[in-house]
């Protein structure tokens, strides 16, 4: 059976003081500071004075952010 709508993921953001990651992800570094997330193209880095998770599921996580210093999304490469 098809689904009607393709799952992507998707990285919603609220006044950059909240970051919600969804769909299948693997968590690489996670610590006060820094939080490292693969996905199956692409990685994605955040890094913040302060972070704090406010939500985490099997398909999703809500982080929340104090003074982001940058936010990286790196494109995997395929070998």
Do not use: W
Not at 7 to 26: G, K, P, Q, V, Y
Not at 34 to 63: G, H, M, P, R
Not at 64 to 76: A, F, G, P, R
């Amino acid at each position: 059976m098809q689904k009607l709508f393709p799952l992507h993921a998707s990285i919603l953001i609220d006044n950059f003081s909240e970051i919600i990651l969804d769909n299948d992800m693997t968590i690489l570094r996670l610590n006060e500071n820094l939080v490292e997330c693969s996905y199956t193209d692409f990685t994605l880095e955040v890094s913040a004075n302060s972070i704090l998770i406010k939500s985490l599921t099997t398909e999703q996580i809500c982080i929340q952010v104090s003074d982001l210093h940058y936010m990286k999304l790196q494109k995997k490469v395929k070998s």
